[in-house]
């Protein structure tokens, strides 16, 4: 399976449109995207500025699915990573995280880490983190308000440049609180 990745153009704005309003996104902020409300996040600049970018994930020449960088003018930019629901589960979304670690990495010098954030039950997601060498650094509970009225926990992982250069992965201490010491509140 040939897998690019092409930048989003201004020129693309009403096939993105499309694509954005055209599917479900359980996994992300809102499960449906309104076409106005897409357009509204094309003019101010949320796929293509100084500090954002987005490609298009391109199968055998079909837009499957989306990348959106964000905060690329800072030292820990994070993403947003959309496929097809008729694409899901054929490992896009893992190519993808590889790809775009690459490419933030190899084109953005000053990056020293790279950020995303999941639902907890999306499980997909949360493998392709750790297959791509990013470590869970956080686990927010109540976080994320569903389509379905429950509010489900939200996870964030990240990976560093060393990381990704030496090929590990470094996990957090998460027992550094002895660092305290006894003292209560």
């Not at 479900?24 to 499960?31: I, L």
């Not at 500025?49 to 003018?73: H, K, Q, S, Y």
């Not at 999306?122 to 927010?140: D, I, L, P, S, T």
């Not at 509970?141 to 992982?157: E, I, L, N, S, T």
Request: with cysteine; aromatic share 12%; charged share 30%.
């Amino acid at each position: 399976m040939e897998i690019t990745y092409e930048r989003f153009e201004s020129t693309d704005a009403e096939e993105l449109v499309g694509f954005l309003s055209g599917d479900t996104w359980p996994f992300h902020g809102a499960e449906v995207v309104g076409q106005a409300e897409a357009r509204q996040w094309i003019g101010k600049g949320r796929y293509d500025g100084p500090d954002n970018r987005a490609f298009w994930i391109t199968v055998a020449g079909e837009r499957t699915g989306l990348v959106r960088l964000m905060d690329l003018c800072d030292d820990a930019p994070l993403f947003d990573l959309r496929i097809r629901s008729d694409r899901r589960g054929q490992g896009l979304g893992g190519q993808a995280l590889t790809w775009l670690t690459g490419y933030v990495f190899t084109e953005f010098p000053q990056v020293q880490r790279i950020e995303g954030t999941t639902r907890q039950d999306n499980v997909a997601m949360r493998r392709a983190f750790q297959r791509c060498g990013y470590a869970k650094e956080a686990h927010y509970r109540d976080a994320w308000p569903a389509a379905d009225g429950k509010v489900r926990d939200a996870v964030g992982y990240a990976i560093l440049r060393r990381d990704w250069l030496s090929g590990s992965t470094t996990a957090p201490d998460w027992n550094d609180e002895r660092i305290l010491g006894s003292g209560g509140v």
